[in-house]
C-alpha cells in the first residue's frame, strides 16, 4: 500500500508544475490554419490593405544600433546587413499582424551567422514537452515533413491566449465560427467566419445582378421557329436588335420587390472594420469620413503600433544576445540595441564650426582644419573667398601669439577670443618683437 501511494505523490509530485493543458495536448496546430490565413491575405482586399499598412507604420522607417562596445556593435552590424535585416523586418511583421507568428531558421545554432525566413504556410504544428516547453516545430512544405528542434527556430510570437504555442493575429477572429447556440430542436447551429460570410455576400451580389438583368417574354412564335428564335436570343448581344415578319409580342417580365438589407451589410462593413482595427478603411469605403476623422482614429491605433515595434525589438535584442555569447562576447557589457527609425543628428550651428576651430588652436590639438571650418561655413551661406597662401601681407595682422617656440600671426577675432578665456602673456602683446623673419 506505502509503495502505492509512492507512485501516486511521485506522479503528482511530477504534474505539479505544468502548464494547463499541456499534459493533456503535447501536439497544438494554429487555428486557424496559416494556409487559410494566407490564402485571404493574397485574396481578400480588406485584409490585403491593412496587413501591409500596418507592417509599413511598424517597420517601413528603418532601424539603427546602439552599444556600449564598438567590437560586439560591429559584429551585430555586420550580422545583419549580411542577413538584410530590414526585409526579414517586413515579412515578420506582415506575418505578425496576420497571424501573431513569425518564424526564422537560425543557422548553424550553435553559432549563428545566418537567418531563413520560413514561410508562415509551412508550419504545420508545434510539439510541447511534459513542462510546456517547445521541443520542436513541425514544418510542412512541398510534401515533405521536417521536424527542427528548438534552438533552430526562432519564433516571433504575439498575443498568446491561454498560454497557446501559438499567438494570435488581426484576421485570426474574423476567420473563425461562432462560439454557437441551441435552436429550439435543440441542434447546435454556428455562424459561419465573417470573412467567409463577407465572401459569400459578395458573390451573391453578383449573381443577383446577373439574375436580374432585364428579361423579357416572347409571344406567338410559331412552333416552327421556336428552337431557330431560342438560338438567336442565345447569340444576340445586349445592343442589338432582332426582326421577325410575324406578330411578336414582347413582354418584359418584371423583378419581385425583395426587402432592402442595407442596415445589414453597413453591419457586416463595421465588423471588418473593427475586426481588422483599421479606421482607414472607412476613410476609403465611406462618403463623410474626412481625413482629419482618420486621423483621430489611427491615433487609437498608435499604442498597437508601438506595441509590435516593442515586440519585434525585444526578440530582435534577445537574438542578437545569443550572437554575442556564442562569439565569445558578454552579451550584457555590450548592451547592444535595436532602435526604429534614423538616428537623430544635432543641429550644426554656426558658432559650433567657430568654437570648435578655436579650442583646437588653445590647446593645440586641432579639431576641424582651418580649411574643413572655412568650407564648413561656405555651406552654412557664408561667402567666403578662397584662401591663397602669401596673399594676407603680415601688416593685416596686429597680434601675434607665441606658441612652442614660434610666433603665429592671428586675427583680431581670435585674440580676443584668447582675451576672453585668459589673460595674455605679455610677450604676446608686443607685435613684431617676437617675428622671426623666415617666418
Known amino acids: 500500500m506505502n509503495s502505492i501511494r509512492n507512485k501516486i505523490a511521485q506522479i503528482l509530485k511530477l504534474k505539479k508544475g505544468l502548464v494547463k493543458g499541456v499534459s493533456e495536448y503535447r501536439q497544438e496546430y494554429a487555428d486557424p490554419s496559416f494556409y487559410d490565413l494566407i490564402e485571404y491575405y493574397k485574396r481578400d482586399e480588406y485584409v490585403g490593405y491593412t496587413i501591409e499598412a500596418f507592417t509599413t507604420r511598424t517597420v517601413g522607417m528603418g532601424f539603427f544600433l546602439t552599444g556600449d562596445q564598438p567590437r560586439a556593435l560591429k559584429l551585430i552590424d555586420n550580422f545583419c546587413d549580411a542577413n538584410k535585416l530590414f526585409d526579414l523586418h517586413w515579412k515578420i ?24 525566413y520560413l514561410p508562415l504556410s509551412s508550419i504545420q504544428r508545434i510539439i510541447r514537452d511534459e513542462s510546456g516547453n517547445v521541443d520542436s516545430y513541425v514544418q510542412s512544405w512541398g510534401g515533405m515533413i521536417k521536424y527542427l528542434s528548438n534552438d533552430e527556430v526562432f519564433h516571433y510570437k504575439f498575443n498568446s491566449i491561454d498560454e497557446n504555442a501559438f499567438g494570435e493575429g488581426l484576421v485570426n477572429r474574423l476567420l473563425r465560427s461562432g462560439k454557437g447556440y441551441l435552436t429550439e430542436k435543440n441542434r447546435l447551429r454556428k455562424r459561419m467566419p465573417l470573412l467567409k460570410i463577407r ?36 447569340n444576340i448581344e445586349p445592343e442589338q436588335d432582332f426582326a421577325a415578319d410575324f406578330n411578336l409580342e414582347v413582354e418584359e417580365a418584371r423583378m419581385d420587390p425583395r ?53 519585434i525589438k525585444q526578440c530582435d535584442e534577445e537574438l542578437f544576445r545569443k550572437v554575442i555569447e ?41 579639431i576641424i582644419t582651418r580649411e574643413e571650418a572655412r568650407e564648413m561655413l561656405r555651406e552654412s551661406g557664408w561667402i567666403i573667398r578662397e584662401y591663397k597662401p602669401g596673399s594676407i601681407a603680415i601688416e593685416d595682422y596686429q597680434h601675434f601669439l607665441a ?24 610677450l604676446i602683446k608686443a607685435p613684431k618683437v617676437m617675428m622671426k623673419e623666415d617666418e
Not at 97 to 111: C, D, H, I, R, Y
Not at 203 to 220: M, T, V
Open 199 to 234: 465572401e459569400k455576400m459578395i458573390d451573391n451580389a453578383h449573381r443577383i445582378l446577373s439574375r436580374y438583368q432585364p428579361r423579357h417574354i416572347y409571344k406567338n412564335i410559331p412552333s416552327s421557329k421556336i428552337d431557330e428564335f431560342v438560338s438567336l436570343l442565345n
Open 326 to 366: 556564442q562569439h565569445g562576447g558578454n552579451p550584457i557589457s555590450a548592451n547592444v540595441e535595436l532602435h526604429w527609425g534614423m538616428p537623430e543628428r544635432p543641429e550644426l550651428l554656426i558658432s559650433d564650426i567657430i568654437n570648435a576651430y578655436q579650442a583646437g588652436l588653445e590647446y593645440g590639438t586641432p
Open 403 to 426: 606658441f612652442k617656440g614660434k610666433v603665429y600671426a592671428i586675427f583680431e577675432t581670435f585674440y580676443r577670443f584668447l582675451r576672453e578665456v585668459r589673460e595674455l602673456p605679455a
Open 93 to 116: 511583421a506582415r506575418d505578425l499582424w496576420l497571424s501573431g507568428n513569425a518564424f526564422v531558421n537560425t543557422v548553424p545554432s550553435n553559432q549563428i551567422t545566418t537567418l531563413h
Open 259 to 311: 426587402t432592402r438589407f442595407e442596415a445589414l451589410l453597413d453591419y457586416l462593413d463595421r465588423m471588418y472594420v473593427i475586426g481588422l482595427h483599421n479606421p482607414m478603411l472607412r476613410l476609403i469605403t465611406l462618403a463623410g469620413f474626412t481625413y482629419a476623422s482618420s486621423q483621430a482614429a489611427m491615433e487609437t491605433i498608435e499604442p498597437e503600433i508601438r506595441t509590435m515595434q516593442f515586440i
